[in-house]
């Protein structure tokens, strides 16, 4: 099947999913009004997302750097800051309460990435909470090196399902498996990677928390090593500014799943931040 047309079958597929999902309704005894969960403060973890959506007509601002230079590299590249970036700019869109499209740029193979976030139910309760969301997305690598930006290789395809859930109202968990195709646009045969992420946030207090973020390869193709990442979030009136320590450069979502570039375990550790800014109209 044509890649455009794959591309075009995940949005049919989440469009689907979302009108059959509004259109189901519970009967009960007695009208209840439902109060939407916030379990992370983010829609972000690192690179993981959480299942956390804006209010309908918000926008969302994202500019986020990897430093690629590594700690072990010493004073000699300023421990990780003397050195070229990777970076992403990114732009989302609440259609509705629920449903977010976001738009992505990172500079590496001048990848564009076009995914949807759904949050798709959630169960409210004092012990163990949970809301469920579902990602979706395509993305094309304008850019590749010896090719043109035409070619049905510089595709990927990508899914991810969230689940996240709260314990005293103290500490994040995040699951969340994904589902890459096309890892690597450079292989002559096709790849795919299914990684099984999981994040954590401590909420120290209402402006400062502690993350920490694991994404290994469950079956597939990876780059080498699965990514590791740590890193704290300061929260102030409608930014999100994270400071993060990764092995892994890479930024977009169909890059950051196929696996890290750097060793977590030898201190091949590469600063970076993600910034976010809330927009309202």
């Known amino acids: 099947m044509n890649h455009s047309r794959i591309g075009m079958l995940i949005v049919i597929i989440l469009s689907v999913v979302i009108q059959v999902n509004g259109q189901v309704s519970w009967k009960r005894d007695k009208p209840q009004e ?17 299942a956390e959506t804006l ?8 500019i986020s750097h990897r430093f690629l230079p590594t700690l072990k590299d010493g004073y000699k590249s300023l421990f990780g800051f003397d050195g070229p970036v990777n970076i992403r700019l990114a732009l989302g869109y609440a259609v509705t309460d629920d449903l977010v499209l976001t738009l992505g740029r990172s500079n590496i193979d001048d990848n ?35 090719r043109s930006a035409a070619d049905n290789r510089n595709y990927q395809y990508f899914g991810q399902v969230v689940f996240n859930t709260l314990i005293n109202k103290k500490v ?17 045969d096709t790849r795919y990677s299914i990684t099984t992420g999981f994040n954590l946030q401590y909420y120290v207090s209402d402006l400062l928390s502690i993350m920490a ?24 009136g409608g930014h999100f500014f994270k400071i993060v320590l990764t092995n892994n450069s890479r930024l977009n979502t169909s890059q950051f799943l196929a696996g890290a570039d750097k060793e977590f375990d030898k201190g091949e550790w590469m600063i970076g931040f993600n910034i976010t800014r809330l927009l309202k109209f």
Request: hydrophobic fraction near 35%; glycine fraction near 8%; aromatic fraction near 16%.
């Open 172 to 188: 994040g968990i995040g699951f969340v498996p994904s589902y890459l195709y096309n890892s690597n646009i450079y292989r002559s």
């Open 112 to 146: 564009l990435e076009l995914k949807s976030k759904y949050k798709l139910f959630q169960y409210s309760n004092d012990f163990l909470p949970l809301v469920v969301a579902v990602t979706g997305g395509i993305a094309w690598n304008t850019e590749p090196i010896g």
């Open 213 to 236: 973020e694991f994404n290994p390869t469950f079956w597939g193709y990876r780059n080498r090593y699965d990514t590791s990442a740590l890193g704290i979030e300061l929260e102030t």
């Open 55 to 62: 209010q309908r007509g918000d926008l969302e601002f994202e």
């Open 34 to 50: 439902t109060v939407p969960l916030q379990l992370f403060h983010s829609p972000h973890s690192i690179n993981l997302p959480t």
